[in-house]
C-alpha cells in the first residue's frame, strides 16, 4: 500500500496508520529454454474468462493487444482483517493485477499479461497468497495460454509470498521481483514489532499490553492509547520524552526519514520517527491480534536481547545531546523489564504458514527497496541476502540475486514529500517498470543486469543509487 503525504504530525500518524497494515525449496531444476518470440497467440480476455473468484478470492487476468509470451503474477500486499484505526475504512477484498493503473498500462503497452487477485483472507495471509498466486497460474494456463515466461512479483507482504513461491515453484516460476518486501519472513518482522513495543511499555506506556490481545478492540485501544503517549513524550524535550523516541527508533534501526518528513533536522527527525512507531506499533497491537489468532498464539519473544548494543556511538551522542546521560538510563531500564517468551507451537507454525523464506534462489530474482522503509525496514534485503549467500555456499542457490536500493532526495517538502526513497513502497512507476524489463531480458535473453543498464531502466528520476547497501539485521538473536 502506498501513502499519501500530509503536512501536519497529527495528519501524518494518520496516513501512517492507514498504511500500516496497508516454504520448500525446489532444487533447481533446468530453466526452460529461451523463447524470443514477440507474438505468442492466447485467448481474448472477456469479463467471464478474465473476472471471477478462484477458491474464494477474487481475480483478475489483463491480457494486452500483442503478447510477448511473459505472465506477470502480482500479490497485494498487507490488507486489514477488520476496519482499522484511525478511519476504519472497509476491508479492501477486491482483485489487484498490478501495483497501480499507471504502471499495469505501461506492462500492457509494453506486451506483458497481468494476473492477479485477492486472498482467501485478509491480515498475514501468507498461505493464502501462495494458494492464491497458484491457482491464478493454473487458470492462466487452461484458460487462456501457456506462457513462454512466468514472472512474479508484488509489493510489502506481497514481496514476502513473492519469494516464497518463487522457491516453492521453480517448475513454472522463471524470475521474481519482490518489491518492499519482508522477505526476512514473519517471526523475525514480529520480533521486531515486539522489540518496539517492549520499549513503549518499558520507556514510555507501562501499560501497553504486549501480546495476548482478548479481542480486536482491545488491540485497537492499546494502539490508540500508546500513541497518545509517544506522540506527547516527542513534544517532551525538556523531560526527557524526546530522547527516549528517538532511543526506540534506533533500537529497531527505525529510518530518521519518511514520505512526510526528510529528517534534515532533529526536529524533522522526531517526526519521521513518530510516524515510524504508528505504523510499528500497528503491527505490534491490531495486525498481532490477527497473527496470533492466526497461528494459535504469540510467535515472537524478546528473552536474552541485549538491546544496550543496538544503541551505535553516534546515536547515543545524539540522544545524549538532547538529554544528557539518557541512554545510560534507557539501557538499564530496557534490561530490567520483563521479557516475553514465544509459544514454541506458535512460532514454529508462523514459521512454516507465515513466510520463511530460505534463499534457495534457483531463478533470476531483482528485489527493490526504499533505502527509508518506516514499516518493513530496508535491512530485510540483508536479512535475504545472508540467507542467500548461505545456500549459495552449498550449492542450493544457483541463480542470481540482484537487490536495487532507492535514496530520497537529502530534503523535501512535507507536502507533496519525497518523491521516491523513503516511506513504504514509494517507487516511481518507472522504477516498477525497469525492474520488470530487467528481470524480462535476464530470464528471455540472459542479459544480467549490469549497473549501467539498471541506471538507464531506472531514469534519473528514480532515486536508484548504485552502491547503496543496508546496515545489517537489527536482532542477532532470532
Known amino acids: 500500500a502506498m501513502s499519501r503525504r500530509t503536512p501536519h504530525l497529527a495528519a501524518a500518524l494518520v496516513g501512517a496508520a492507514a498504511l500500516v497494515l496497508s516454504g520448500c525449496s525446489g532444487s533447481g531444476s533446468t530453466p526452460p529454454q529461451r523463447d524470443l518470440s514477440t507474438d505468442v497467440p492466447f485467448a481474448a480476455c472477456t469479463p467471464q474468462l478474465c473476472e471471477g473468484s478462484i477458491d474464494g478470492a477474487a481475480f483478475s487476468i489483463k491480457t494486452p493487444k500483442t503478447w510477448n509470451g511473459t505472465l506477470l503474477i502480482y500479490s497485494h500486499g498487507y490488507r486489514q482483517a477488520q476496519p482499522s484505526p484511525p478511519e476504519f475504512r472497509p476491508v479492501e477484498t477486491s482483485a489487484q493485477a498490478a501495483s497501480d493503473e499507471k504502471t499495469a498500462a505501461t506492462l500492457l ?9 485477492a486472498y482467501a483472507s485478509n491480515g498475514w495471509a501468507v498461505s493464502d497468497g501462495v494458494a492464491a498466486a497458484e491457482g491464478l497460474h493454473d487458470y492462466f494456463v487452461k484458460n487462456i495460454a501457456q506462457p513462454k515466461r512466468v514472472l512474479v512479483w508484488g509489493d510489502s507482504l506481497g514481496g514476502l509470498i513473492t519469494q516464497v513461491v518463487a522457491e516453492k515453484h521453480p517448475e513454472w516460476v522463471d524470475g521474481a521481483a ?7 519472513g514473519v517471526v523475525p518482522n514480529m520480533n521486531l514489532a515486539l522489540d518496539l513495543s517492549y520499549a513503549v511499555k518499558t520507556l514510555i506506556y507501562p501499560e501497553l499490553t504486549l501480546t495476548g490481545y482478548t479481542t480486536y478492540e482491545e488491540a485497537v485501544k492499546n494502539w490508540t492509547e500508546a500513541m497518545k503517549r ?10 526527557g520524552g524526546t530522547a527516549k523516541v528517538l532511543y526506540i527508533a534506533d533500537l529497531v534501526d527505525a529510518p530518521s526519514q519518511t514520505e512526510t518528513f526528510d529528517g534534515a533536522s532533529v526536529e524533522s527527525k522526531v517526526k519521521a520517527t513518530v510516524e515510524g512507531s504508528a505504523t510499528g506499533l500497528g503491527y505490534a497491537t491490531f495486525a498481532r491480534y490477527d497473527l496470533e489468532d492466526r497461528f494459535g498464539g504469540n510467535p515472537s519473544g524478546n528473552e536474552g536481547v541485549d538491546y544496550a548494543t543496538r544503541i551505535s556511538d553516534s546515536e547515543a551522542a545524539l540522544i545524549d ?6 541512554v545510560a538510563r534507557f539501557d538499564a531500564q530496557m534490561a530490567a523489564g520483563e521479557r516475553v517468551k514465544a509459544d514454541p507451537a506458535a512460532t514454529a507454525k508462523a514459521l512454516a504458514e507465515g513466510g520463511d523464506p530460505k534463499g534457495t534462489i534457483t531463478r533470476p530474482t531483482i528485489t527493490l527497496h526504499t533505502a527509508a522503509d518506516p ?15 548461505a545456500e549459495q555456499a552449498k550449492g542450493a542457490a544457483t541463480a542470481g540475486l540482484v537487490q536495487l536500493y532507492t535514496v530520497a532526495p537529502t ?23 525497469a525492474v520488470i524489463g530487467l528481470l524480462n531480458d535476464w530470464v528471455q535473453k540472459g542479459l544480467y543486469p ?3 543498464t ?25
Not at 518523491?419 to 517498470?433: I, L
Request: proline content about 9%; overall charge negative; aromatic content about 10%.
Open 375 to 389: 514499516l518493513v525496514i530496508v535491512q530485510n534485503e540483508t536479512f535475504l541476502l545472508d540467507r542467500y549467500t
Open 454 to 478: 539498471i541506471a538507464a531502466a531506472m531514469g534519473t528520476e528514480s532515486g536508484y543509487t548504485p552502491g547503496w547497501t543496508p546496515g545489517p539485521w537489527p536482532r542477532t538473536e532470532q
Open 411 to 433: 530534503t523535501y517538502p512535507e507536502s507533496p514529500g519525497a518523491p521516491y526513497g523513503a516511506g513504504h513502497c514509494n517507487f516511481t512507476s518507472q522504477s516498477r517498470v
Open 230 to 239: 509517544v506522540v506527547a513524550a516527542a513534544q517532551d524535550t525538556k523531560g
Open 178 to 184: 519482490p518489491l518492499c518486501g519482508a522477505v526476512a
Open 450 to 452: 549490469g549497473s549501467s
Open 321 to 326: 545531546a538532547v538529554t544528557p546521560g539518557a
Open 109 to 117: 503497452s509494453q506486451g506483458y499479461a497481468l494476473a492477479g487477485s
